[in-house]
């Protein structure tokens, strides 16, 4: 950003030393107009002809002041400039010493007094100093600089070319949806936050100004799993970066360990607040250790940790209003999902997940009945008998050690999380601030953490204002039990027998807590909401992400299971490398229902997340993901969500997940869709008939050249094998005769027929033969054949062998492959039947009657609310 400090450097000095005190100046002006406080504020007429000075007819005259070197980034910021020049030089003025400050007043009240016993000139001379070392004082503080660009970003076509210009034209496409969701002339923020705590946002749950906090608080939480290219730790500030505190579970300070911001980014945050006018007050992290890093043993490289350990961070954000006689604050606590480093993130959250929500992961996925339910118990016990690990010597074995102390791991992740909100709220010293907003949010799993210390925060002070927002986070009403978060009920057991729980006794405390979830996300519901929370859902088709019948993560395991099982069955025999190998068929199964969790979970619901079916096969990553689209999904989501537009029990919302609300097409509707139908089945029809037809081909020429291949090979008969054509010779040779040797004689046979030599070339044994042949034949044995006179060895057998076999896989493989091309028309009339938006009846348990639909008009794109 140092085009923005050349520009304001530049322009300032500039305007100043331009001003030549014209006739506009010389009128007299009330002075009760200018005002002597810290935020000075200039007399109309000088802030008229201030707007002159830098008008686009004059502006380029001050840019010719401007080093050739600077002019560019300058010229491209001038229109901005002319837009908010005033504003820009009281915010300066607002950063000076009240000493300087006078003489500012002083300057202004001689021109508008027109004193002749005063000097202009000289206070003018005195004014540019001043100016200059104010700025010079305050040029490297990025804050001061966001200050200086939100001043002329108070309204919407400011602020928007400001962002076209900061964004660059690649994402320009951003800013008109970033404009909508910021909606800065929407409930100012403490507006929407008392009236969020105090009614549960009846009517109006987070307007823009709340929203952008929410999404600038977030992002800043999301920034320490980005690597160098978000925020880091270090000892100190480095160049670009400015150092904030890192302060652990009971907020002391760390010493030696700096939070280190990019300064475009405190920049970018300083004019945001400006333009809510809000001012930063406060900005430092979190840093709560939840698993120590392991040390390896024996010989490996010293201070390579085995396991990364465990960290939540925390986002503390605080503001306060400006311009306003009576000062208002709020501190944002922005939890992280994921705990540790980046290269053991996704194992440590497994252990946090699990510790948290095992019981109702292993009841969705079917307890005690599944087996990886089945796996995930047993696992862990036989691991952990020492005596049979020994006994078969796998008691040095890593992974029998990582699978032994899962359990371990869980309980001391969820312990240590407890204990560290316990801490945190405690220093928190809530009463001593009861005036001060708190607002916690999270996303996923960091948002269910961003509510367990919400509720703590309420309990340690019932009229402190306190407000959790969070986004898809998994409900805690029993992991806040397991966390020992709630306070003991003191009261006697008769008592407490026939009496609510605390919880539900303390409703009342948890109004200004909200759940946003999309319609088809499967985590919110691992728990149960805290009493007197609100959960809002997104209403939206279930078609559009393949969500219809994806009701739970149970469902995303049957659907894993099913393809195993149908795939094996159908396609297991298809030889690799081949189309509809079983790889394919299970990836082509299970991709919709993993694209639909994952999609929901990330409120990506225009499929942002790329193609599932590459990321199983390995051929793409997160790398495919579409940031630009997903971001205007989430602000087009959420711009819209001001007014609650209906509100249901919190039952009625889980069991919207995985089917749409619809209605039923009208007459002219049913029709277009049938028509559709079968346009789509036709076409694919035709697909199919395609492909038959080039399979066909392609083997029959196969198959042709290795029977001409096959043809060209001496022939051969006599034997027993596929390629001779007379399985015997029992017109040469006979297995029974008389005394003398003589073959009987049978009708069709001829005289001169023999004894079969039984010489290991002819043969007449085998009583599998004897069978089929209904009596005993002579014929040539393995690897012979009848050469006229007796049967001979066969040098070709081999090469019969061999193309006898290439024949039959061929012949294997059409079938399979004509399968196959079945099997993909198929999937494909269900891909398209599974985009047509469909109302699901029950009829039975396990019956489902399906029928054409539409979205329901009053409910689809719509934020529906509890209770």
């Keep these: 950003m140092l085009h923005l400090r050349t520009l304001i450097l530049a322009m300032l000095l500039a305007d100043v030393a331009s001003m030549r005190m014209p006739n506009a100046l010389q009128q007299r002006a009330d002075p009760?107009?200018?005002?002597?406080?810290?935020?000075?504020?200039?007399?109309?007429?000088?802030?008229?002809?201030?707007?002159?000075?830098?008008?686009?007819?004059?502006?380029?005259?001050?840019?010719?002041?401007?080093?050739?070197?600077?002019?560019?980034?300058?010229?491209?910021?001038?229109?901005?400039?002319?837009?908010?020049?005033?504003?820009?030089?009281?915010?300066v003025m607002g950063e000076m010493t009240p000493d300087q400050q006078e003489k500012i007043k002083e300057v202004v009240e001689a021109v508008i007094s027109n004193d002749p016993s005063t000097d202009p000139s000289r206070l003018v001379e005195e004014l540019i100093e001043d100016v200059g070392a104010a700025i010079q004082e305050n040029l490297d503080d990025p804050e001061f600089i966001g200050k200086l660009v939100g001043t002329i970003a108070q309204d919407g076509d400011s602020l928007g070319e400001t962002l076209r210009l900061l964004l660059g034209p690649d994402q320009a496409g951003l800013v008109g949806?970033?404009?909508?969701?910021?909606?800065?002339?929407?409930?100012?923020?403490?507006?929407?936050?008392?009236?969020?705590?105090?009614?549960?946002?009846?009517?109006?749950?987070?307007?823009?100004?709340?929203?952008?906090?929410?999404?600038?608080?977030?992002?800043?939480?999301?920034?320490?799993?980005?690597?160098?290219?978000g925020t880091t730790f270090g000892p100190e500030a480095v160049e670009g970066k400015k150092a904030y505190a890192v302060v652990d579970a009971n907020l002391k300070e760390k010493p030696g360990l700096k939070w280190l911001v990019p300064e475009q980014w405190v920049e970018g945050m300083t004019l945001i607040c400006a333009a809510l006018k809000l001012k930063l007050?406060?900005?430092?992290?979190?840093?709560?250790?939840?698993?120590?890093?392991?040390?390896?043993?024996?010989?490996?490289?010293?201070?390579?940790?085995?396991?990364?350990?465990?960290?939540?961070?925390?986002?503390?954000?605080?503001?306060?209003?400006t311009g306003e006689?009576?000062?208002?604050?709020?501190?944002?606590?922005?939890?992280?999902?994921?705990?540790?480093?980046?290269?053991?993130?996704?194992?440590?959250?497994?252990?946090?997940?699990?510790?948290?929500?095992?019981?109702?992961?292993?009841?969705?996925?079917?307890?005690?009945?599944?087996?990886?339910?089945?796996?995930?118990?047993?696992?862990?016990?036989?691991?952990?008998?020492?005596?049979?690990?020994?006994?078969?010597?796998?008691?040095?074995?890593?992974?029998?050690?990582?699978?032994?102390?899962?359990?371990?791991?869980?309980?001391?992740?969820?312990?240590?999380?407890?204990?560290?909100?316990?801490?945190?709220?405690?220093?928190?010293?809530?009463?001593?601030?009861?005036?001060?907003?708190?607002?916690?949010?999270?996303?996923?799993?960091?948002?269910?953490?961003?509510?367990?210390?919400a509720?703590?925060?309420?309990?340690?002070?019932?009229?402190?204002?306190?407000?959790?927002?969070?986004?898809?986070?998994?409900?805690?009403?029993?992991?806040?039990?397991?966390?020992?978060?709630?306070?003991?009920?003191?009261?006697?057991?008769f008592e407490r027998w026939f009496s609510e729980p605390v919880l539900k006794q303390k409703a009342d405390l948890f109004a200004g807590f909200v759940n946003f979830v999309a319609q088809h996300d499967l985590f919110w519901k691992l728990d149960d909401p805290l009493p007197g929370s609100k959960t809002c859902m997104y209403m939206h088709t279930a078609?559009?992400?393949?969500?219809?019948?994806?009701?739970?993560?149970?469902?995303?395991?049957?659907?894993?299971?099913?393809?195993?099982?149908?795939?094996?069955?159908?396609?297991?025999?298809?030889?690799?490398?081949?189309?509809?190998?079983?790889?394919?068929c299970v990836m082509d199964r299970v991709a919709p229902a993993i694209q639909c969790a994952l999609q929901e979970h990330a409120f990506a619901l225009s499929g942002q997340i790329g193609d599932m079916r590459e990321m199983l096969a390995g051929e793409s990553g997160l790398e495919s993901f579409n940031t630009a689209a997903f971001f205007t999904d989430i602000v087009n989501t959420f711009s819209d969500f001001t007014q609650v537009q209906r509100k249901e029990g919190i039952d009625w919302l889980k069991k919207q997940t995985g089917y749409t609300a619809t209605v039923p097409l009208a007459g002219v509707e049913a029709q277009e869709r049938e028509a559709e139908r079968k346009a789509a089945m036709d076409e694919i029809q035709i697909w199919l008939s395609q492909e038959r037809n080039l399979l066909k081909d392609k083997f029959n020429k196969l198959e042709d050249d290795l029977e001409k291949e096959l043809k060209n090979l001496p022939s051969c008969t006599g034997c027993q094998a596929e390629w001779c054509k007379e399985k015997?010779?029992?017109?040469?040779?006979?297995?029974?005769?008389?005394?003398?040797?003589?073959?009987?004689?049978?009708?069709?046979?001829?005289?001169?027929?023999?004894?079969?030599?039984?010489?290991?070339?002819?043969?007449?044994?085998?009583?599998?033969?004897?069978?089929?042949?209904?009596?005993?034949?002579?014929?040539?044995?393995?690897?012979?054949?009848?050469?006229g006179s007796g049967c001979a060895v066969d040098y070709h057998v081999d090469k019969r062998k061999a193309l006898t076999q290439?024949?039959?896989?061929?012949?294997?493989?059409?079938?399979?492959?004509?399968?196959?091309?079945d099997y993909l028309a198929n999937e494909k009339r269900a891909a398209y039947e599974a985009k047509l938006v469909k109302k699901v009846k029950r009829n039975f348990h396990f019956r489902k009657i399906v029928t054409d639909a539409k979205p329901d008009p009053a409910v689809n794109a719509k934020w529906i609310c509890t209770r």
């Design 32 to 91: 009760a107009a200018v005002a002597a406080s810290l935020g000075f504020e200039l007399p109309p007429e000088l802030k008229e002809q201030l707007s002159t000075l830098l008008s686009e007819e004059n502006l380029p005259k001050l840019l010719e002041e401007v080093p050739e070197e600077k002019r560019e980034v300058i010229e491209k910021f001038a229109p901005l400039v002319t837009k908010g020049a005033v504003p820009i030089i009281e915010t």
């Design 728 to 787: 015997d010779i029992r017109q040469h040779r006979c297995c029974a005769a008389d005394d003398s040797g003589a073959c009987y004689m049978k009708a069709n046979y001829t005289e001169t027929r023999t004894l079969c030599h039984e010489d290991g070339k002819e043969t007449c044994a085998g009583f599998g033969r004897w069978v089929r042949n209904r009596g005993r034949r002579c014929m040539c044995a393995k690897g012979h054949c009848w050469d």
């Design 177 to 229: 949806p970033l404009i909508d969701f910021m909606s800065l002339g929407g409930t100012p923020v403490f507006e929407n936050l008392d009236s969020i705590r105090k009614t549960g946002g009846d009517g109006n749950l987070m307007d823009g100004p709340l929203r952008t906090l929410f999404l600038l608080s977030n992002m800043l939480a999301y920034s320490t799993s980005l690597g160098e290219d």
């Design 325 to 453: 006689s009576s000062k208002r604050s709020v501190m944002i606590h922005s939890v992280r999902t994921g705990v540790g480093a980046k290269q053991g993130a996704g194992v440590n959250d497994l252990y946090l997940l699990m510790g948290l929500y095992e019981t109702r992961i292993r009841e969705s996925v079917g307890r005690y009945s599944s087996l990886a339910d089945f796996v995930f118990v047993l696992g862990q016990k036989i691991a952990r008998w020492d005596w049979l690990m020994k006994k078969i010597g796998e008691d040095s074995n890593p992974l029998v050690e990582k699978v032994a102390g899962w359990d371990e791991k869980r309980k001391s992740l969820r312990v240590r999380l407890g204990a560290g909100i316990k801490n945190t709220i405690s220093a928190e010293e809530l009463s001593d601030e009861k005036d001060c907003v708190h607002v916690y949010t999270g996303i996923s799993l960091g948002g269910s953490i961003a509510r367990a210390k």
């Design 543 to 584: 078609e559009l992400a393949g969500c219809r019948g994806v009701t739970d993560l149970g469902s995303v395991y049957r659907a894993v299971w099913s393809a195993l099982w149908k795939c094996k069955r159908e396609y297991g025999a298809v030889p690799e490398g081949e189309d509809g190998t079983l790889a394919s």
């Design 806 to 821: 290439q024949l039959k896989d061929l012949k294997h493989d059409e079938k399979l492959q004509l399968k196959n091309r």
């Design 281 to 321: 007050t406060r900005l430092e992290m979190q840093e709560d250790i939840l698993l120590e890093p392991e040390e390896p043993e024996g010989d490996e490289e010293p201070g390579v940790a085995e396991e990364p350990g465990a960290v939540l961070y925390t986002v503390r954000l605080s503001l306060e209003t």
């Design 455 to 493: 509720m703590a925060a309420k309990f340690e002070c019932e009229e402190c204002p306190v407000v959790a927002l969070t986004i898809n986070a998994p409900n805690i009403y029993k992991v806040v039990h397991k966390m020992e978060l709630v306070p003991e009920d003191g009261r006697p057991w």
